[in-house]
């Protein structure tokens, strides 16, 4: 079995807010792996369990651009968040958001080599990437990028320079607006219920299924009565459905007025949204820990072998 260190407790802790113990049998239970262990938690102690799940781990910033009716989103990561308030790296990653709208690259590769010069640096992007790296002293790369070609109108928020949504709509540029802010807030998966990923779904419904299970479980060893299979079932869809609810754009509450959904307020202004792109900084990146005793004392052995 993998042993459990006191450095993957804290990970998971941070990831889940749930208690040191608890983090700590769920791993222990889970062999080691992360991913399961969240799923633990999950089932024994619900939503608690997963409100911090989505921290973000990386450092950059996300840029947007426009040519004419083409817009593009564009993130670009760096080492840590000082370099995310250097003008010369600002402006870097205003040029490649811009580029994308303009050029229309195929993809990373194609985006690095479109003309630009900065700082002295050039002619291409990727040029004055390298050239940014040897001035500024870290490392920085063009993560990713989504162009939008113009056939529908575009709405876009940032949230400083972390958080990037573009909205394609047809109707109201104020309600399309405030829904890119919602979605910047909210962070929904999907436009609609329909279109949640079917393996989120599928997640969802064996955490459902999982935590009936315990439930009975608890119930059985109580001397209480066990709920049928019948209610068991109603209950997990119960379950996913709620969950599609929060997580599609469309079924959630407004975040201006949560007495109506998105839905209703786009019927209200006649407008359609059509989709919707969402941009957080360092989402699914593991950034570096470092383990400042271990690299202190690896050092100071190094100095007294080279005395």
């Given at each position: ?105 195929a993809d990373l590769a194609a985006l690095g080599a479109c003309v630009?010069?900065q700082d002295g640096f050039g002619p291409t992007l990727e040029d ?145 949204v059509k989709s919707f792109t969402l941009y957080v900084v360092g ?25």
């Amino acid at each position: 079995m993998a042993a459990i260190t006191a450095s993957m407790v804290a990970e998971l802790r941070g990831k889940t807010d749930a208690p040191m113990m608890e983090c700590k049998r769920a791993l222990t239970e889970a062999g080691g792996d992360m991913a399961k262990a969240e799923e633990i938690l999950r089932v024994r102690l619900g939503s608690k369990a997963g409100k911090a799940s989505s921290r973000i781990t990386a450092e950059g910033v996300v840029a947007y651009g426009v040519e004419g009716t083409a817009g593009a989103l564009l993130e670009v990561n760096c080492e840590t968040d000082f370099v995310t308030k250097n003008d010369s790296f600002l402006a870097l990653a205003k040029a490649a958001a811009q580029a994308v709208a303009k050029y229309n690259p195929a993809d990373l590769a194609a985006l690095g080599a479109c003309v630009y010069e900065q700082d002295g640096f050039g002619p291409t992007l990727e040029d004055v990437r390298k050239g940014l790296i040897g001035k500024i002293g870290e490392n920085m790369s063009f993560r990713r990028f989504k162009r939008f070609d113009g056939s529908n109108q575009l709405a876009s928020y940032l949230h400083g320079t972390r958080i990037g949504v573009v909205v394609e709509y047809e109707g109201n540029e104020t309600a399309a607006k405030d829904v890119a802010m919602h979605v910047a807030a909210m962070k929904p998966v999907a436009l609609s219920s329909q279109d949640v990923p079917a393996e989120l779904v599928a997640r969802e419904r064996s955490v459902a299924a999982a935590k009936a299970a315990e439930d009975a479980a608890v119930a059985t060893a109580a001397g209480k009565p066990v709920q049928s299979a019948e209610i068991v079932a109603k209950r997990i869809d119960g379950g996913v459905q709620k969950f599609l609810k929060e997580v599609s754009l469309l079924n959630q509450p407004f975040v201006k007025n949560d007495k109506q959904s998105v839905e209703q307020m786009l019927k209200a202004a006649a407008t359609t949204v059509k989709s919707f792109t969402l941009y957080v900084v360092g989402e699914g990146i593991e950034k570096k820990v470092d383990d400042f005793a271990a690299e202190v004392a690896a050092q100071v052995a190094a100095a007294k072998q080279a005395a």
